[in-house]
């Protein structure tokens, strides 16, 4: 059954089709088109993984709270939005939050504090799947020592809800933060059908857009929710994500005012375009996104065949010095200057500078010394006895396929040149080029040896999911990386009271992976986002480019 609201929008776009000269100038006039490389994989919070479909979903389901950043301090700070108000009790270890009582869901339901409770149950149920349920680390636990969601929230009234920690820590804030879902939906869905559900294309939402048309592998169009209060309904009609694969097309439609916008342009191609049309603007984002060559710390096929339980080290990559010559035998800098060309700085670790009360500035950069890294691999007894330009260990030879996503000239770049420069230091490396739609899915499944990719650091550091031991838990150490006093470093750090202690924690845990190189951190890279000059309001900050996409307007040329 199609819901009211959507019915009322769907009608809306058919209108927008065959309709008069006039007002087809004044839908150009009321929209925007925003060119993504890929299309998103899900639209459900419970399961985004990749920073646009985080993006796009705040703008669709609603938050306790919003986010705002400190820029000088590399901090965050919240501000209303469902909850109007909330306070701190029991010496920190309960917050109080009072709800909007005016706001509803796009079928016109209210929305109360049972559908808060029920949205955090969701996030920890193990059946659902969620990719956020570490998050929830910090409320009160059962027996077990696992969160026990149904006793850490108490709804006292429609509006009123409480929630309790099992001791207070700098991060709360953000743990509650998720976006909430309509119970009055959800309920009726069982949870292992959530990740595919139909209701995922149609959903009901309470944000400033509503989800119009979702084509797979051609656009996204919101449009503005007239019944929004959180804030309000988006001053400009439709938002459409058209989705371009190949780079240069998604150049050349911007160039010719056919989207307005492009997120992540590159930056050769940010220079290009500025020259070639005086109606773009190009935003430069200081990065909170990293990129990096990943190696397997473990025998990943030995790990997928025990189903997790054989976890031994890989035969090429198991070993800290061979990392090390890996990460040494890449001249990073030269990278850096070739592809982004000074948009960015080399990365010494997962911590972006911008977060300067824990950036561990004391770290220099590895340097590029393709000497020093053949005499790590000869300690390791990597050599070449036969002279076939190939190192071998125990009739092994040093040979693996890195893995890059299809339609990424990027990551395809870097991995021309890292492909070259290891074939200096007589390591074989073919190219491997997957499908997007399976590459990320494969990486958290553990199928690749060596790959190209990067993440974005989330604002609050919240780094167990990507560093913990437990693989099983922790489903984005796609390195398999294995470290006891890391382990203990992104546990106590993140659920801290003391910001001093805390970052003296994470410094610590820097030098860790500076010397261990559990992967080759390349570089940060700065955000770069184009967009035509006719959108007003823009506001592009490090929370992301669509972040005040709500405000914004189109004004004439």
Not at 99 to 108: M, V
């Amino acid at each position: 059954m199609i819901l009211k609201s959507f019915f009322v929008g769907m009608v809306f776009l058919l209108c927008f089709v065959g309709c008069s000269p006039k007002n087809k100038k004044d839908l150009e006039m009321n929209s925007i088109v925003i060119g993504l490389s890929c299309d998103v994989s899900t639209l459900n919070p419970l399961f985004t993984t990749i920073a646009t479909e985080q993006e796009i979903v705040e703008l669709l389901y609603p938050s306790l709270i919003r986010p705002t950043v400190d820029t000088a301090q590399g901090t965050l700070g919240y501000s209303p939005s469902l909850a109007r108000s909330y306070e701190f009790l029991n010496k920190n270890r309960n917050i109080l939050f009072h709800l909007r009582t005016d706001a509803r869901w796009s079928d016109s339901v209210s929305i109360t504090a049972r559908d808060v409770k029920f949205s955090f149950m969701l996030y920890g149920n193990p059946a659902v799947g969620s990719v956020h349920q570490n998050t929830l680390q910090g409320l009160r636990a059962s027996h077990d020592g696992t969160p026990d969601i149904a006793q850490s929230i108490d709804i006292i009234n429609d509006s009123t809800l409480l929630f309790h920690f099992e001791k207070a820590y700098s991060t709360q804030l953000f743990d509650v933060s998720l976006p909430i879902f309509p119970a009055h939906i959800f309920e009726k869905i069982p949870a292992a059908e959530l990740r595919n559900n139909p209701m995922n294309n149609n959903p009901v939402v309470a944000g400033p857009f509503f989800l119009a048309s979702w084509k797979p592998m051609q656009e996204i169009i919101l449009q503005s929710n007239p019944m929004s209060v959180l804030p309000s309904p988006a001053a400009i009609r439709t938002l459409v994500f058209r989705i371009i694969p190949d780079s240069r097309m998604q150049v050349t439609q911007l160039q010719k005012n056919e989207i307005d916008m492009l997120i992540d342009i590159e930056a050769a191609d940010a220079a290009a375009t500025q020259k070639s049309n005086a109606e773009i603007n190009i935003f430069s984002i200081k990065g909170r996104r990293y990129h990096f060559i990943g190696w397997n710390n473990i025998d990943q096929q030995a790990y997928r065949e025990s189903h997790g339980l054989s976890i031994r080290t890989h035969p090429l990559f198991g070993t800290v010095r061979v990392r090390q010559a890996m990460t040494l035998a890449i001249n990073r800098n030269g990278l850096l200057e070739a592809l982004l060309s000074g948009y960015g700085e080399i990365a010494n670790g997962p911590i972006a500078p911008f977060f300067h009360w824990a950036y561990n500035d004391a770290l220099q950069p590895h340097p590029f010394n393709p000497q020093k890294a053949l005499q790590l691999l000869e300690q390791e007894g990597w050599t070449d006895t036969d002279n076939d330009g190939v190192l071998e260990k125990n009739e092994k030879r040093f040979s693996f396929e890195l893995c890059i996503p299809t339609g990424s000239e990027f990551w395809s770049n870097i991995a021309t040149i890292v492909q070259k420069e290891l074939r200096d230091i007589k390591i074989k490396v073919k190219i491997s080029k997957v499908e997007r739609s399976v590459y990320w899915q494969n990486l958290l499944e553990k199928k690749y040896d060596a790959w190209i990719a990067g993440f974005e650091v989330p604002m609050e550091l919240h780094l167990e999911k990507f560093w913990g031991s437990d693989l099983k838990k922790n489903s984005f150490n796609i390195f398999s990386y294995q470290n006891n006093r890391v382990n203990k470093i992104v546990n106590a750090a993140a659920y801290s009271t003391d910001q001093n202690v805390s970052a003296q924690s994470w410094k610590e845990f820097q030098q860790i992976l500076y010397d261990e190189q559990p992967c080759t951190f390349l570089f940060w890279e700065n955000r770069l986002v184009a967009g035509n000059k006719k959108i007003k309001g823009i506001d592009v900050n490090i929370l992301g480019p669509l972040q005040n996409s709500s405000r914004w307007s189109v004004v004439a040329n």
